[in-house]
């Protein structure tokens, strides 16, 4: 998938190695700390209202090995759920990232509040120096839509990219030099740019990301809300894929 072509490492290997996968800058990363739950904990949320429980079948592959699977009835019951908007049998599964995001991309995430814990880095206490994104492409505006732009770079792009190099790295050089002179933490970052790097722990269920993935993988999102979406959608789809698939087979419809 094209998105992905900015982490240094697939989805696929994702289950098999360290779960932090860093941007093509380098810096920016999205970690995947630890989860809680799976499918069944979405089918037994549902199955107490009956006063029931369901278990994992155990199966066995050509080679003798065994693998504890969903049943049938249960998949059929996530699927069921999902496409009726039986939404809180998913807010049991949840998910914790530490996410090195830029402060411009990290006012469109948070907006996304119901179901998420965040905190975050502060820069009161804080004075390591700033680290910025600075995009390798810079996209040209679309005219015929407010917000967004074109897939295709802007004719000068070189040039674009060294002159948002040079303001980023004069605002981090005033802001050391305002420490220097002894500007309290809290205000001397005034002077530090929407790009910069912050850093933040998100514990979120399994709902909540599903309402994130539908509203920020569309490509009406911005390109690099997208990325961040990407690799946490790739993750939660690995970790619960029946529930993943039938919450995005529900789309827009789940936002109602
Ligand atoms: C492409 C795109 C462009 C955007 N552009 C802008 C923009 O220009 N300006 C801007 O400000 N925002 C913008 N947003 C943000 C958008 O308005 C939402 O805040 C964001 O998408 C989070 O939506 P959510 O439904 O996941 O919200 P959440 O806060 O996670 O809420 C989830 C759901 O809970 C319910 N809910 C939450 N709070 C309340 C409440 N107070 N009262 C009643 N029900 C509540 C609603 O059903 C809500 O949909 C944009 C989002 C997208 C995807």
Partial sequence: MELQSNFSATSSTLMNQ???????????????????????TVANAARVSMNKESAFQTVTDAEGKEHQVLSER??????YLAHHRH????FHPQLRFRIKMP???????YRHTIGFARNEVSRRYVTDAPQCFVPGVVRQRDKNIKQGSKDTAVDNNESVVTQMRAAVEQSCTLYNQ?????????????????????????????AGYARLAILRLDGSAQREIRTYASFVAS???QIFPVSWKALMNTGTNLLL
Avoid: H, N
Avoid at 33 to 38: D, Q, V
């Fill in 178 to 206: 305002l420490l220097e002179q002894g500007v309290c933490p809290e205000q001397a970052r005034m002077i530090l740019p929407q790009s910069m790097y912050t850093e933040f722990i998100e514990t979120a269920s399994l």
């Fill in 74 to 79: 249960d998949k059929q019951l996530i699927e």
């Fill in 87 to 90: 939404v809180t049998p998913f």
């Fill in 18 to 40: 360290p779960r932090k996968l860093f941007l093509e800058d380098g810096i920016g990363f999205v970690e995947l700390l630890e989860w809680f739950g799976s499918d069944l």
């Fill in 103 to 109: 402060i411009f991309v990290v006012r469109e995430w």
């Fill in 235 to 237: 993750c939660t789809e």
